[in-house]
């Protein structure tokens, strides 16, 4: 509870534990009738029949506050969409499934592909922004939050506690993001949060000089949690990443836009635990590998949309000063695991951050040899002005599977 006084750049909410849920659920239950809400699902087919999705739908069925939930459904056939359909037809709120492997939303992909603005890597970033093109399509919801689908921990406090911030009518808020303390099953978990961002953005003020951006970002407990919520306003301006960039490039685009005033963190879960992606050492293009190569280009991007220059020398003393940081922070984690009685295997952590600097090296060398790189999709209000009638286009999409298909 250091910053527990608001030492920070952006407010923190925290969760003292002292309101039960339900409390919370009727006051946003009033709000709703003038700010409705809605939740955006980006799942995988393979979600629905893991560990975590029977839970999480059994949960939000109980939340009474939302004007609609939609769902996003990646790498489903036509068989499996009407299986996602069944699936969630217990809940009570309406709900809308973007079937983004179908026909008919394939078409709308491709009007958007002849005038240049279709997405053009598949991946979480693209469903949730056909997601939240469809939010803004349907025209009613005023606030829109998303979280994971793999919460093996979910409750639907975190609903709550994400909208919280930015329906109350007497705050200012237009972005929230939630975080949490990652551990579960004795053992401290957030790896590429830990062991990559925390380090590499202190690494590029030591290289790169004081940046308020970076500032910003390493305000955030949890840079990395896929839980956040926001005003439609803002839905509608932001452009987000189509690769494992996205909640970095959501943080960016926020900080663009809007003073630290209007940015806050909120407690959302005393114990949170999810899908573990493997560190993938062997395969630069799967995993945490991956993951961490997109992370570190999205930081790149940025420093050098406000002036830094980059070049092999500057990668090379960027490697050299992380590496460094990231092994120091090694030592504190180990030593707050021991002191909560947890375990830390400190060869895994360090052989973790040997393959993050050569993951950071890596996206140091494709940010200089394709500097025109354009992974942001276009924001909705762009393609609105392209194609006029796409929201009409998704719209009808999404009803004609719903009616047709099941």
């Known amino acids: 509870m250091s910053d527990f006084f608001q030492n920070g750049r952006i407010g923190t909410l925290h969760n003292l534990g002292n309101r039960p849920v339900e409390e919370?659920?009727?006051?946003?239950?009033?709000?709703?009738?003038?700010?409705?809400?809605?939740?955006?699902?980006?799942?995988?087919?393979?979600?629905?029949?893991?560990?975590a999705m029977e839970n999480i739908v059994d949960e939000l069925a109980k939340v009474p506050f939302l004007d609609e939930i939609i769902i996003g459904l990646d790498r489903a056939d036509e068989e499996q969409y009407k299986k996602a359909k069944k699936f969630f037809a217990r809940l009570p709120q309406k709900h809308s499934i973007l079937w983004n492997d179908g026909p008919r939303l394939k078409a709308v992909d491709k009007v958007l592909d002849e005038v240049g603005l279709a997405p053009q890597q598949l991946g979480k970033g693209r469903n949730v922004w056909y997601c939240l093109g469809y939010a803004l399509a349907k025209g009613r919801a005023r606030a829109v939050a998303l979280h994971d689908c793999d919460i093996v921990t979910y409750k639907r406090d975190i609903v709550a506690?994400?909208?919280?911030?930015?329906?109350?009518?007497?705050?200012?808020?237009?972005?929230?993001?939630?975080y949490y303390y990652r551990a579960a099953g004795g053992k401290l978990n957030g790896r590429v949060s830990r062991l990559l961002v925390s380090p590499l953005v202190r690494s590029l003020q030591q290289v790169c000089g004081h940046n308020d951006y970076l500032d910003f970002i390493d305000s955030f407990r949890y840079a990395l949690a896929g839980e956040f919520s926001m005003s439609m306003d803002v839905v509608s301006s932001i452009r987000i990443p189509s690769d494992w960039g996205l909640e970095i490039g959501v943080l960016s685009e926020v900080n663009r836009r809007y003073s630290d005033e209007r940015v806050c963190q909120v407690d959302i879960a005393d114990a949170y635990d999810h899908k573990h992606q493997d560190l993938s050492a062997d395969n630069p293009d799967g995993g945490l590998s991956k993951m961490s190569t997109d992370i570190s280009k999205s930081f790149f991007r940025k420093l050098a949309i406000q002036g830094t220059v980059f070049s092999p020398e500057v990668f090379r003393t960027l490697k050299a000063s992380y590496y460094r940081l990231a092994l120091d922070l090694v030592d504190r984690y180990h030593n707050d695991a021991v002191i909560n009685g947890m375990t830390l295997d400190r060869n895994k952590e360090e052989e973790t951050v040997e393959q993050f600097t050569k993951c950071i090296m890596r996206a140091g060398e494709q940010f200089l040899n394709d500097p025109t790189e354009r992974p942001f999709m276009a924001n909705w209000s762009r393609v609105l002005s392209a194609v006029p009638d796409v929201y009409s286009r998704l719209l009808d999409a999404v009803e004609e599977d719903t009616k047709e298909i099941g």
């Open 161 to 178: 506690k994400l909208f919280y911030p930015i329906a109350h009518p007497t705050f200012n808020y237009m972005f929230c993001k939630g």
């Open 24 to 51: 919370l659920e009727a006051e946003l239950l009033e709000w709703s009738k003038q700010k409705p809400m809605c939740l955006v699902l980006p799942c995988l087919y393979s979600e629905l029949e893991g560990p």
